[in-house]
């Protein structure tokens, strides 16, 4: 019987996905291995009678630079239950699977993490290779090399973002823009540097300081005044929604937002409108300031992962793809597949990124000591300082409460 291979997608979608499979098919079709694509992530692995396709060369050419998944995804996290009583070993042994490969994101490199060990510990001789993608950003690849997907969606972000920046303007009206990022800040930090936003939020500004509802429109309220006195009556501002995993229960039950939660026990932020939450509570604010500004909610959310790829992550996606074959040849498993900015492949290993005690991958912040962020934060930022608050006191009682950098901690 041929030798094969099994790939399967996990977790949310992410430019570039049908990249990489069709990336990985091409190559190991081009050395006699048969490919099987699973679809439903992994609870493929844990069904008697999991959902699968025999992707060919053209089929492959059909779907390299498409965006979305075409092999179905899912969140399914397996339990210690479903290890002991469902694994389907028949899959591999029936269809002489000697690779399973996983693409996914933090969540789909821990449960891929799982599964090498278990494979071990059984001594089953299937390797597993994780390819890395979220466009969060967050999975910790060496060098800053980004997790694919990012800059496709950071790049259709800027898009919006930028088309709301001229709406603003425009109007005379301020938008309060949202964008995805569950623990790290890099995509709302990435388009609102693109766009030029003269207040961005993210989880990891907040290093000093507990978050909170108020310091989060209190950081927007600080733009919105400094901006008066620079005489522009208009602006934009974009937060992460990864500043809700970080506030406290009282302040989410505080917020009235009634979250759901999903197999991993993160909230479904998808379920919610953050950018019309915080939209609100804006308003509100500046009403209770006597404030009269209006202000819009834009959410960036699903329209920015199932895009077409841009150039970059074609052409780092297809090194991905084509990366799994050299570590596999290489007898490497139980790791993934890293690329470095000069186009080396190397086995990134999971047990070395995945915490002790956890045993989870931690995700990758955004490093608010590094230049790029601090420039952004001392030239394309607007927001209230000590030399503001005579000319803020026009707009504001007390301006010195909505100073940016004693609302961070930061001073």
């Known amino acids: 019987m041929k030798q094969s291979i099994a790939i399967l997608t996990g977790g949310g979608p992410a430019p570039g996905m049908n990249t990489v499979v069709a990336s990985v098919a091409k190559t190991f079709l081009n050395n006699g291995y048969r490919v099987i694509g699973l679809h439903g992530g992994y609870s493929g692995l844990f069904s008697p009678t999991p959902r699968t396709i025999d992707l060919d060369f053209a089929f492959a050419d059909d779907i390299f630079n498409r965006g979305g998944s075409h092999l179905q995804m899912s969140r399914f996290k397996p339990s210690a239950e479903d290890f002991e009583q469902r694994f389907n070993l028949d899959f591999f042994t029936s269809n002489n699977v000697k690779l399973l490969v996983t693409v996914g994101g933090d969540d789909t490199a821990s449960t891929a993490n799982r599964i090498a060990k278990f494979l071990h510990e059984n001594n089953y001789p299937v390797a597993n290779i994780h390819v890395p993608k979220t466009i969060d950003n967050d999975l910790p690849l060496p060098g800053g090399m980004p997790t694919f997907g990012y800059q496709s969606a950071a790049d259709k972000g800027a898009v919006i973002a930028s088309a709301v920046y001229v709406d603003a303007r425009t109007s005379g009206n301020w938008f309060v823009v949202a964008a995805m990022g569950r623990s790290a800040g890099h995509l709302a930090f990435g388009i609102g540097s693109a766009a030029h936003y003269p207040m961005i939020v993210i989880p990891e500004m907040f290093d000093r300081t507990e978050i909170t509802v108020r310091k989060i429109v209190d950081l927007v309220v600080s733009s919105i005044v400094k901006r008066k006195i620079m005489g522009l009556d208009y ?177």
Request: aromatic share 10%; net charge negative; hydrophobic share 40%.
């Open 235 to 411: 602006g934009a501002a974009i937060i992460s929604e990864g500043v809700f995993h970080e506030l406290s229960d009282a302040e989410i039950a505080g917020s009235g937002i009634k979250f759901s939660y999903d197999d991993h026990g993160h909230p479904e932020l998808g379920k919610v409108s953050k950018a019309h939450i915080f939209s609100e509570m804006l308003e509100m604010r500046l009403a209770e300031l006597g404030l009269r500004v209006k202000s819009r909610p834009v959410e960036i959310g699903y329209e920015v992962r199932c895009q077409n790829p841009i150039g970059y992550d074609l052409v780092y996606c297809s090194q991905l793809g084509m990366g799994v074959w050299q570590l596999f040849r290489a007898g490497a498993t139980g790791c993934m597949v890293y690329v470095n900015p000069e186009g080396a492949v190397s086995p990134l290993y999971l047990r070395d990124l995945e915490d002790p005690i956890s045993h989870k991958i931690p995700p990758r912040l955004v490093d608010t000591s590094a230049d790029s962020f601090r420039a952004v934060v001392d030239n394309i930022l607007n927001y209230l300082g000590p030399d503001d608050y005579e000319a803020a006191r026009r707009w504001l009682p007390n301006p010195e409460e909505f100073d940016f950098r004693r609302i961070l901690g930061w001073e």
